[in-house]
Nanobody, 115 residues
Framework: QVQLVESGGGLVQAGGSLRLSCAAS????????MGWYREAPGKERELVAS???????NYSDSVKGRFTISRDNAKNTVYLQMNSLKAEDTAVYYC?????????WGQGTQVTVSS
């Protein structure tokens, strides 16, 4: 079992920055593929960025060049640095862990970007 706790959301003006953190419980972090998803009102949850254990990074086209995902295996934590935020980035952001196909989710953190 993996528990995920996100932090770092909030209200920011367009053009600003936020850094989200997701701390994972247990000793399996090194073998977890980690990702950030978001869900805006009236829209489906979508992948924002992922960081696989093999070091493969993936970003959605809408955030490429603005967001950066990173992970610190010593701290069991994955981060999402969000720069040049836009109103359309407003959503609840969820941390995701994939353990050999088994999915775990955090409770979500709200990010609101005012225009």
């Amino acid at each position: 079992q993996v528990q995920l706790v996100e932090s770092g959301g909030g209200l920011v003006q367009a053009g600003g920055s936020l850094r989200l953190s997701c701390a994972a419980s247990g000793s399996l972090f090194r073998i977890l593929d980690m990702g950030w998803y978001r869900e805006a009102p009236g829209k489906e949850r979508e992948l924002v960025a992922s960081f696989a254990t093999r070091g493969i990074l993936n970003y959605s086209d809408s955030v490429k060049g603005r967001f950066t995902i990173s992970r610190d295996n010593a701290k069991n934590t994955v981060y999402l640095q969000m720069n040049s935020l836009k109103a359309e980035d407003t959503a609840v952001y969820y941390c995701n862990a994939d353990l050999l196909g088994r999915q775990f989710w955090g409770q979500g953190t709200q990010v609101t970007v005012s225009s």
